[in-house]
């Protein structure tokens, strides 16, 4: 673990269920491959996890199991580690390439910028070549303007201890915001071509289909449909991502499917039994009881003592160790704890209600758009200025608030853009139609609940946890085994997941924590008249939402175009938020 992150944390802890294969998930890792610098529950780093991996594979090797490993996309945006540099990423992706992967792809985020799905083409393909799978997934050459599929299509191996035999799969969902340096296919069309429909033919053990894709969106019943159109039989195994939670599936008796959550906090562990192996029919009464089981490891070094059996002397390997000072080394290249202000208060993206005074959301909207969506000649008229929610990403702590803290808050490049003088009843309509998501939107390609962060996808009300203890209240100290709830007051706040197997799944037990929905845009009126409506607005929204305001202003009587947009401001968002920040908040924490 980097030297500033806390110590882990004393909890209850279940034991992982071991298979003849089994499998550690990454998903929406975001950059944060340093760890958790200020919550001590997550606080491993990318060189841990390699450490951690590597112990897994000598146990595995000592019965005679295998260990595969999955990364299933949005390993970039979303932390200084990757975002702060220039160009983005300077020692992300030789930091990455360390863990051993046996099956990789790509997510959303590696697409939506030029340079970035250049990189993914030029340094993530090759560093992980023939483990690197983009099934629907196309990169356009920008010398050549050559259509080249990203990686390879699907993998056929056979596992080192078990011998089982597997076609892998490694799938994007049906993204559009994509530049126009890459194409997506949607899946239901690749799963036509010959291609994919040869794969599933193919004589195996198992299926591993892999992809940022929601385990319980169209594009996974579409391929679990595809292969058991022609292996009725066959396990297959699911790995999801994009909607950041702790999730698992079941297809059918033999298919199963695990996400494994967001930002390094966790790390998804399944096991597979009764498998058969070696090219072996198997025993029908074997394949009979096949099981799937599933657990969600909190990403801290106490945790992974844990499940080794090792210990601080005896868990670390020499090549995880050079990986955390790798980390460590950019981190201070890139001055990541240069300190910008003191967050006064802990400010909560979907912990605390909203509007209210703990919510960031409140606080943007507020505190923050009210000062910094401003240009200087039109600084008198009266405006409305729109931001989605999904433009913030994660909590701000009581304390240091850093360059790092910077992008994990808010990574995106995106400016402020606006309309001249719409008739204000039209543009005040605006915000009431993109947050009822309504009618609208149904018959075009843009949802506007994806406005929101991605973890509402999946969670639809409200969660309201019983009082829990303060989250600072953290004690460092040795995990204890698992023991009865009503025998361990002190549990800290953390994930408890219930799944499609139960509400067993955590490694770590751990006090439920709230969870609040929040509007898919919020919106602030600045400089408005002191009586009355102004008859006219300029309408100012961060560019990343023009599509949705164009539409929600047609809807209010007002055909705008492209053509009607211009930029409001030079600065990204996050660059005026920051400002603010250094203005508003005190140097001394
Ligand atoms: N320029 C951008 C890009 C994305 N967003 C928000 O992020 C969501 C996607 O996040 P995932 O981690 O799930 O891929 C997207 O739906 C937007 O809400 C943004 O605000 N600005």
Redesign the pocket.
């Given at each position: 673990e980097q030297p500033e992150a806390p110590s882990p944390v004393a909890a209850p802890m279940r034991d992982l269920p071991w298979g003849q294969l089994n499998f550690m998930q990454t998903t929406?890792t975001?950059g944060w491959h340093a760890g958790h610098l200020q919550e001590a529950q997550y606080s491993a780093d990318w060189g841990d996890y390699i450490s951690f991996a590597e112990r897994m594979r000598e146990k595995a090797d000592g019965l005679g199991a295998d260990v595969l490993l999955i990364d299933t996309g949005?390993r970039i945006?979303?932390n200084g580690l990757y975002d702060s540099t220039t160009p983005k990423g300077k020692y992300l992706y030789d930091i990455v390439k360390e863990q051993d992967i046996d099956v990789i792809c790509t997510?959303?985020?590696e697409l939506?910028q030029t340079d970035a799905a250049d990189r993914e083409y030029d340094a993530t393909v090759p560093n992980f070549k023939g483990n690197y799978l983009a099934s629907n997934l196309d990169y356009i050459k920008p010398k050549t303007g050559e259509q080249v599929p990203m990686a390879q299509r699907y993998r056929k191996f056979t596992t080192k201890n078990q011998g089982i035999r597997i076609v892998a799969f490694g799938f994007l969902f049906d993204f559009t915001?994509n530049a126009n340096n890459t194409v997506v296919q949607p899946v239901e069309k690749t799963i036509k071509e010959k291609w994919f429909q040869d794969a599933i033919r193919e004589d195996v053990d198992l299926f591993v289909v892999i992809g940022?894709v929601t385990l319980n969106g169209p594009e996974y019943k579409a391929i679990f449909k595809a292969i058991r159109s022609q292996k009725w039989d066959t396990p297959i195994q699911f790995f999801g991502?994009?909607?950041?939670i702790r999730n698992y599936a079941k297809y059918d008796s033999k298919a199963y499917g695990l996400q494994a959550g967001?930002y390094m906090e966790t790390i998804g562990w399944m096991s597979i039994d009764g498998i058969s192996g070696k090219g072996k029919k198997g025993d029908p009464k074997e394949l009979a009881s096949m099981s799937f089981k599933r657990r969600y490891i909190d990403n801290n070094l106490f945790g992974y003592y844990y499940h080794t059996g090792l210990n601080e002397t005896t868990f670390s390997t020499e090549h995880g160790k050079n990986v955390s000072k790798q980390i460590h080394a950019a981190r201070k290249a890139e001055n990541l704890d240069e300190l910008y202000g003191c967050a006064p208060k802990d400010l909560w993206l979907n912990r605390a209600p909203y509007p209210s005074n703990d919510s960031l959301v409140t606080w943007l909207e507020t505190e923050v758009i009210p000062v910094i969506a401003v240009k200087e000649d039109r600084k008198d008229v009266p405006r409305l200025a729109l931001?989605?929610?999904?433009?913030?990403?994660f909590d701000i702590f009581k304390g240091a608030f850093t360059r790092d803290t910077t992008y994990i808050v808010s990574?995106?490049?995106?400016k402020f853009l606006y309309i001249k003088e719409v008739p204000y009843k039209s543009a005040k309509q605006v915000l009431k139609i993109i947050n009822s998501g309504g009618d609208v939107f149904a018959f075009s390609d843009l949802?506007a609940s994806?406005?929101?962060?991605?973890?509402q996808?999946a969670i639809k009300s409200a969660t309201i946890a019983p009082s829990t203890p303060n989250q600072n209240s953290y004690q460092a100290g040795s995990q204890s085994p698992l023991m009865s709830s009503s025998s361990t007051p002190d549990l800290i706040p953390g994930y408890t997941t219930k799944d499609a197997a139960g509400d067993d799944g955590d490694d770590t037990l751990h006090a439920p924590i709230s969870f609040y929905p929040i509007p898919?845009v919020v919106q602030s009126a600045i400089a408005m008249p002191a009586e009355g409506d102004p008859e006219k607005v300029d309408l100012v929204f961060?560019?990343?939402?023009k599509p949705w305001v164009l539409l929600a202003l047609r809807f209010a009587g007002q055909i705008y175009g492209e053509q009607d947009v211009e930029t409001y401001t030079e600065e990204t968002m996050t660059e005026r938020m920051v400002d603010w920040i250094r203005e508003n908040w005190k140097q001394d924490c």
């Open positions: 929406d975001h949005d945006e979303g997510g959303n985020h939506y915001g940022h991502g994009h909607s950041h967001r931001t989605n929610t999904g433009a913030m990403r990574p995106f490049v995106s949802e994806s406005l929101a962060p991605p973890e996808i898919n961060i560019d990343f939402i």
